[in-house]
């Protein structure tokens, strides 16, 4: 497959996380539940995708997997994602351009927010301050005064340029 320029600078941005060695047999044992529950196996692939989207800092493409070393072929990793995705491992995220972003549900990463760039489609992740995530539960309690909701969870994403597109 041809590699256009675009994606070598796409490799050098990629950075790890940094507590990437704290994961463990957790991660691995609650996926292998996940896809258990569906009847599905975890298998050496799925198990190696949970890895890679776990090292990433950031939701990632399938272009971006392939560079970043799956040993698997395209359409095995389509549908290894799609397997992950339904038993709940692996969460599909839309973005600006039309190419899937795959990343670790928050059941198995970390509380976080995403930054789009609003050209390219790239999202990274931001993790805010304990300040700021008190103050969105302000903001979701205020959301339920008004509405008679019962707030969950919140997402917010902010939406700009980034350093390759600016
Ligand atoms: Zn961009
Ligand atoms: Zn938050």
Known sequence: MPRPRARVRLFHAFSERVYALRMSTDIHA?????LRRTRQRYTLG???LVEMLHAASRPVTIPDLMERGASQSQSSLYRNLAILEQCGAVHRIASTDDVAR????EALSEHHHHVVCSSCGRIDDVVLPPAIERALGEAAAE???QRDYTVDSHRLEFVGTCADCA
């Open 102 to 105: 795959y990343e670790l549900t």
């Open 143 to 145: 959301a339920r005064r």
């Open 46 to 48: 799925r198990r190696q």
């Open 30 to 34: 609650i996926v292998d539940e996940q």
